[in-house]
């Protein structure tokens, strides 16, 4: 978990660890990596950290739901970010009943 503040790992019952890493996305995504082996990482948080993701051209696949309600104030996911100079594209979008539903790539 990306956190400001570092703290010891938190072990549950049935095995899951929760790791706190404080030294930025980049230490916090190797370290996913690490555990995850072969595996998928999936990156999940506020706003805030999905952007800094974006940003530095770390996330390869991004599913995201939008609703078109308004839910009050809040940091806008996407506002600012110029996704296809960044190098992203949508591969796909299905249109649902109460959101639309996207697929975006990093080319």
Do not use: W
């Amino acid at each position: 978990m990306l956190t400001h503040h570092a703290r010891p790992s938190l072990v549950m019952e049935g095995g899951t660890v929760f790791h706190f890493v404080a030294d930025g996305i980049e230490a916090a995504l190797e370290r996913a990596r690490d555990a995850a082996g072969e595996l998928n990482v999936r990156v999940g948080g506020g706003a805030s950290t999905i952007r800094q993701y974006l940003q530095a051209q770390l996330i390869d696949e991004m599913h995201l739901a939008a609703s078109p309600t308004l839910l009050g104030t809040g940091e806008p996911l996407l506002a600012g970010l110029d996704l296809i100079k960044l190098g992203y594209r949508c591969e796909a979008f299905v249109p649902g009943e109460r959101a639309g539903f996207y697929r975006i790539t990093r080319a």
